[in-house]
């Protein structure tokens, strides 16, 4: 995402703000017992990390995938805490040349969990060279250019790899092959999102009532990053305009003046939503027609709003183009004309049939 199209989102966005890392590492729980959510992930990664204890071995390389804000760098962090081990981190974009991989390769300690986040953007000499360290605890080295080149192969220490990815589409499959444990994370529900809001209130000192976790909870579109930012945007207005208590009517009017709604819809998703229902009468209509209409790129409405809108089933992508669901009427509070909503709600079948 750009800087420009980050400022537009700012408070749903679920990627990181720049000044937000500080604030978010002191939110992250540490140990896999305070991790909330995931069930089924955790389990797993609990049976994977001990039984490599019981054996005294070092456990299968893990692999996290899931959209942002989910928690994939608290689990890898969580997963070196568990195991008592070093842990070294660096990411796909920082790995521009197989070198810069061996070097990190050949350094590792036994034992030590290397974290690399974004593996989907490593460049690809390096995947190949990940591959065989992964596999044979060794790294090729070539020493030497051209004709006269030769491979020295290094031995590395047994370590656990811990990868990344919000886009485990985009990883080849001998790569993703060679990781023993592959962890889907999901969307949280809402009441562990409420779980999560009441253990960040404890951490930052406030007083948060129950149906101000809920209201916040409901509006964080099942992303943690976000049920952290909207905690900390309503109690800058429980401070400055209130008594610093977190109540829901806080809550409320906080969330209104940030143009959060009750589905976590934020100016930007509704006026996308408004021009779909009144202008194109539900579609469906093409993007760029669409993003036109809202005076936007069509990047920005694609990468922006509409992941959120279509996973929240206001607005369907057909052929054809975008089509409005039935609830995006009744969300935005329009009247379909007749023949607008059913169209819409037909093709929205038809489609779904075809595939
Ligand atoms: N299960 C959870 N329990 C409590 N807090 C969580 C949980 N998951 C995430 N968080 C909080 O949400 C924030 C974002 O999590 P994290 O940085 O792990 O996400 P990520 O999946 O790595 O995102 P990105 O793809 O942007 O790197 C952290 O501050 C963390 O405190
Ligand atoms: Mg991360």
Same mark, same amino acid.
Request: charged residues 20%; glycine residues 10%; hydrophobic residues 40%.
């Given at each position: 995402m750009t800087p420009a199209m980050a400022e537009q989102r700012d408070v749903v966005s679920p990627d990181?703000?720049? +000044?937000?890392? &500080? %604030?978010? *590492?002191? =939110?992250?729980?540490k140990r896999l017992d305070d991790f909330v959510g995931q069930g089924r992930v955790r389990e797993q990664l609990s049976l994977v990390l001990h039984s490599a204890q019981q054996r005294s071995s070092v456990p299968d390389h893990i692999l996290m995938s899931g959209g942002p804000g989910l928690g994939k760098t608290t689990i890898a962090m969580i997963v070196a805490a568990?195991?008592?081990?070093?842990?070294?981190?660096?990411?796909?974009?920082?790995?521009?040349?197989?070198? +810069?991989?061996? &070097? %990190?390769? *050949?350094? =590792?300690q036994e034992g030590e969990v290397l974290f690399l986040d974004e593996?989907?953007?490593m460049a690809r000499p390096a995947e190949e060279m990940l591959y065989v360290a992964m596999e044979d605890l060794r790294v090729d080295v070539?020493?030497?250019?051209?004709?006269?080149a030769t491979a020295v192969p290094i031995d590395i220490a047994p370590f656990t790899l811990?990868?990344?990815?919000?886009?485990?589409?985009?990883?080849?499959a001998p790569l993703r092959d060679r990781f023993g444990f592959v962890a889907h994370m999901d969307f949280y529900r809402s009441d562990e999102l409420e779980l999560i809001l009441r253990r960040s209130a404890e951490m930052l000192a406030v007083e948060l009532d129950r149906d101000a976790a809920a209201e916040i909870a409901g509006r964080s579109r099942g992303t943690p990053r976000i049920a952290n930012r909207l905690l900390r945007r309503v109690r800058d207005y429980a401070e400055v305009r209130g008594d610093g208590?977190?109540?829901?009517?806080?809550?409320?009017?906080?969330?209104?003046?940030?143009?959060?709604d009750e589905q976590g819809l934020d100016r930007l998703d509704r006026e996308v939503l408004d021009a779909l229902l009144r202008r194109f009468r539900g579609g469906p209509v093409g993007l760029s027609t669409l993003a036109v209409s809202v005076g936007e790129e069509p990047e920005t409405v694609e990468v922006v709003a509409e992941p959120f809108l279509v996973r929240s089933g206001y607005v369907a992508r057909?052929?054809?183009?975008?089509?409005?669901t039935p609830e995006a009427w009744s969300h935005m509070g329009v009247t379909p004309p007749s023949d607008a909503a059913f169209g819409a709600a037909a093709l929205v079948e038809q489609d779904q049939e075809e595939t």
């Open positions: 990181a703000e720049v +000044d937000e890392h &500080a %604030v978010e *590492s002191a =939110l992250r729980p568990e195991l008592g081990a070093p842990l070294r981190i660096t990411s796909g974009p920082a790995i521009e040349r197989s070198g +810069d991989l061996a &070097a %990190v390769l *050949s350094t =590792l593996i989907h953007r070539v020493v030497g250019k051209g004709p006269g811990v990868g990344a990815t919000t886009r485990a589409g985009l990883l080849p208590r977190l109540t829901v009517s806080t809550a409320r009017s906080a969330l209104a003046l940030y143009e959060v057909t052929p054809r183009g975008r089509v409005a």
